[in-house]
Structure formats: C-alpha cells, structure tokens
T-cell receptor
C-alpha cells in the first residue's frame, strides 16, 4: 500500500534555531518527492521537488534530501523565522498513474517561538 | 504571479443538497486536480482531469461527485447529494504539463460545511 509517514507530528523551536523533519514512504513505482508548506486554512505551497536521481535540493533556508534506496527524505530548515510556523507536508508522486498521483503525509506542525 | 483561485472560500449547505465548487486554474495549464482535506487529516487525492476527461479518480470519488470544465477557464467539482462526511477543505490544483516534476499549484481551498 502506498503510504507516506512523517515525524515528528509536531515540533516547537525558538526563532533562529535549525530543525530537521523526516519522511518515509512506500510509494512505488516512485516518480518524485515534494515538500510543501501549508499555512492554516490555505493551500499547500511547493518548497522543493526531487526526482529519483536527485539526493539534495535547496530553496533558500530549506534543504531537502532524498535517499531513494531507503525511501527516506528530510527537510532541514536553517535560521528559523516566525513565518516558518506552518505544517510541512511530504508528498510522493508515483509513476504508475497517468498524471503522477500524489500521496500526502500527515505533515509536521512546526511552531516557531520568539 | 499567476495563481489558482477558488470560489467560494466557505460554503455551508444542508445535507442532501447539491454543491458546486469552482476553480480557475492557471491559464496555460492543461492538467487539473481536486483534493480534499478533512479537518485534522491528510490531504487526499480525488480526481485528475486532462483533455476534457477524467484521467484518474480515487475510491473517494464515487457517483456523487462529478467534474467539469464548462468553458476555457473554469474547472468545477459537483457533489450531488452532500453528506455530513463531505465536510472538508477542497483544494483545486493545476499543472502545466506532464514531465518528471509535473509541479502542481494549489488554490487556497473551499471550506465545505455540511449541516
């Protein structure tokens, strides 16, 4: 069964600190892995997308890694800001469907305190 | 920057009523999607749409649901007879073309409340 699991479920850090979020997946056949940021009551916004051949990708203070062998990914946030408070969702796309169906994790709820 | 828009932002309806959720995808995009997110749960795929027909649908997308692209800009999701469990946030997304990334851009969502 295609699944995406994320940890931790929630995380509180102080402004300026770094953090790392984890994602494990069983989606097969794998196409790509994305990290989205979702503010409360809003739609998900893409942070990074990685295909099978990419093992790291950065977008500003966000750095994602992918280990396709162990089916694990991480999202590292450096120098956190109050505006980073949101849910971070790991999403995996499969190659088995016509348009690459997306499978979502439950997200990690990040809270940044001043 | 172009974005996906959705209306209404919040829809309240009585159980058994029909609702239509509307989306305007990004103008040059060819692939369209609907997702839903029940409060506190993960986002779930409902349906994908390309070339005026459904490309794929999930087990959630039963006969009560339908999608349509009535003109060149709108993409709609219709729920024929709403149930309490249809209460959720519904997100529309669109993508430009199918490639290894097929990045999907999400709208802000419509919160559907069924009473």
């Amino acid at each position: 069964k295609n699944q995406v699991e994320q940890s931790p479920q929630s995380l509180i850090i102080l402004e300026g600190k770094n953090c790392t979020l984890q994602c494990n997946y069983t989606v097969s056949p794998f196409s790509n892995l994305r990290w989205y940021k979702q503010d409360t009551g809003r739609g998900p916004v893409s942070l990074t997308i990685m295909t099978f051949s990419e093992n790291t990708k950065s977008n500003g203070r966000y750095t994602a890694t992918l280990d396709a062998d162990t089916k694990q990914s991480s999202l590292h946030i450096t120098a956190s800001q109050l505006s980073d408070s949101a849910s971070y969702i790991c999403v995996v796309s499969d190659r088995g469907s016509t348009l690459g169906r997306l499978y979502f994790g439950r997200g990690t709820q990040l809270t940044v305190w001043p | 920057e172009p974005e996906v828009t959705q209306t209404p932002s919040h829809q309240v309806t009585q159980m058994g009523q029909e609702v239509i959720l509307r989306c305007v995808p990004i103008s040059n995009h060819l692939y369209f999607y609907w997702y839903r997110q029940i409060l506190g749960q993960k986002v779930e795929f409902l349906v994908s749409f390309y070339n005026n027909e459904i490309s794929e649908k999930s087990e959630i997308f039963d006969d009560q649901f339908s999608v349509e692209r009535p003109d060149g800009s709108n993409f709609t999701l219709k729920i024929r007879s709403t149930k309490l469990e249809d209460s959720a946030m519904y997100f529309c997304a669109s993508s430009e073309r199918k490639n290894s990334y097929n990045e999907q851009f999400f709208g802000p969502g419509t919160r559907l409340t069924v009473l």
